[in-house]
């Protein structure tokens, strides 16, 4: 016995092609801000002055951060990087000295999100284990979001030939690994467990 297989109805092309009109439409290019980067160097000091508004940020947020906290290993964790970023504040400082440039914050989305998600959870868990395991995690996100924007400045001041903008970016991303590890080491002994 045969069975009749049912012809597929002919795509119409009019309808394909008014659907590729409108993707072609919205893909537009967004047009550019009057300041807006024209070379990587200028892309290179819009990032410092994003990075230098959230380091100057979270300088701000990380005593809420240790007041709230009830480990004191992380109390010692979240100290310490205060002093690193610090540190890391003035060496931005240096960058923008280097490159001839008056040192200039420019509100940083990404970091102002972290940090208000990271406010969020103080506010939404009691004290305690939870509420540490919340700290680090919070913690966590933002040393990951400085790892990534400082390794591009990095790469971006190699290829600039910015030698004393590239020391000082390496160190700050040294310290910033380190920071991720020891939140990590902290998470594992035992707090997580107790936070069950």
């Not at 591009?152 to 991303?173: H, Q, Y």
Request: one cysteine or more; aromatic letters at 4%.
């Amino acid at each position: 016995m045969e069975t009749k297989t049912k012809k597929k109805a002919p795509v119409k092309k009019a309808a394909a092609s008014k659907s590729s009109a409108k993707t072609a439409a919205k893909s537009k290019k967004t047009p550019a801000k009057k300041d807006a980067a024209k070379e990587l160097k200028d892309l290179f000091e819009d990032s410092l002055k994003d990075i230098y508004w959230a380091e100057k940020a979270l300088l701000k947020a990380l005593p809420t951060m240790m007041k709230n906290a009830t480990s004191e290993k992380l109390k010692k964790a979240i100290d310490k990087h205060i002093t690193e970023t610090k540190g890391q504040v003035e060496r931005l400082e240096d960058c923008f000295k280097a490159l001839g440039k008056k040192a200039q914050a420019k509100k940083c989305d990404a970091m102002q999100g972290l940090l208000e998600e990271g406010k969020s959870i103080i506010e939404e868990t009691e004290a305690g284990n939870v509420r540490d395991a919340g700290i680090i995690a919070a913690a966590q996100k933002v040393e990951h979001y400085e790892i990534a924007t400082y390794g591009t400045l990095a790469a971006f001041a190699k290829v600039l030939k910015e030698d004393r903008c590239l020391k000082n970016i390496l160190a700050t991303l040294n310290e910033e690994k380190k920071c991720d590890q020891l939140l990590t080491k902290v998470a594992d002994t035992n707090l997580n467990s107790k936070a069950l």
